[in-house]
């Protein structure tokens, strides 16, 4: 399965919370799109490991995406070492993606900002072609993605593009209710989360209003990138 675009998150849901949109709008403009996870999300005061699991499987159907991976490595406890870099990068080779999406560096989770160290040097380790990784017994083919971007969590940053999610919204809003074990349930048990609150996911709303006012449109996701942007046409600006 080669991929067009491969967005990488620490935990299950942070893919839906923060891109899903774009990944949306990516597969109606006939894109092939991904999602790595980095842990099962072990840690989580909601839900279990194996509910998550469902629940990802089920917003990945909501999506529409053409590949999902879990890497189980441990929540909370995200290292950059030789080991789980190659565990990235055969999934970077095995999909050649052209594009990466994963958390920018300075974060409110721990997880988060560790997955984007990984990330990182993964992207950069996976074009070197010394790096020997293998799948199913062949050597893989070095391989580095032509760009990557960073998608916001919770701390804000000043976005270097916003993506027009305006059609793509509800559908997004749908694959984050699909984790429904971490969103506020009045009949739950479970200690309250941040995420759990009952204004959560007008929370959500409000953001991505906001961020889609500044292009001019109803809903819009924001990126960083760490290079300039050039663009070919003046008139493919939304705003």
């Not at 980095?38 to 499987?57: V, Y």
């Not at 190659?86 to 920018?104: K, M, Q, S, T």
């Not at 919204?169 to 349930?185: I, L, N, P, T, Y």
Request: net charge negative; charged share 30%.
């Amino acid at each position: 399965m080669i991929l067009d675009v491969l967005a990488i998150g620490a935990h299950p849901d942070d893919v839906e919370l923060t891109c899903s949109g774009t990944l949306i709008k990516l597969k109606k403009q006939g894109k092939k799109v991904g999602i790595l996870d980095l842990t099962r999300g072990e840690l989580g005061t909601r839900g279990t490991p194996e509910t998550r699991e469902d629940e990802a499987k089920r917003a990945g159907e909501i999506i529409g995406v053409d590949f999902r991976h879990n890497l189980g490595l441990p929540d909370g406890g995200i290292e950059i070492t030789p080991a789980t870099k190659l565990a990235v990068i055969e999934v970077v080779r095995n999909v050649r993606p052209d594009v990466l999406l994963f958390p920018h560096w300075l974060e409110r989770h721990p997880d988060h900002e560790h997955a984007h160290r990984l990330c990182r040097e993964a992207w950069f380790s996976s074009g070197l072609e010394k790096l020997e990784t293998s799948r199913d017994g062949e050597r893989q083919q070095p391989f580095r993605p032509r760009a990557f971007y960073h998608y916001m969590q919770t701390f804000e940053f000043d976005p270097s593009f916003i993506v027009d999610i305006s059609d793509e919204f509800e559908q997004r809003m749908d694959s984050v209710k699909a984790f429904k074990s971490q969103f506020f349930d009045p009949s739950s048990k479970e200690r309250e989360t941040f995420l759990s609150t009952p204004d959560f996911l007008d929370f959500l709303r409000a953001r991505y209003e906001y961020y889609g006012d500044r292009i001019g449109r109803k809903y819009g996701e924001p990126f960083y990138s760490v290079n300039l942007i050039g663009i070919s046409d003046l008139f493919s600006l939304t705003a």
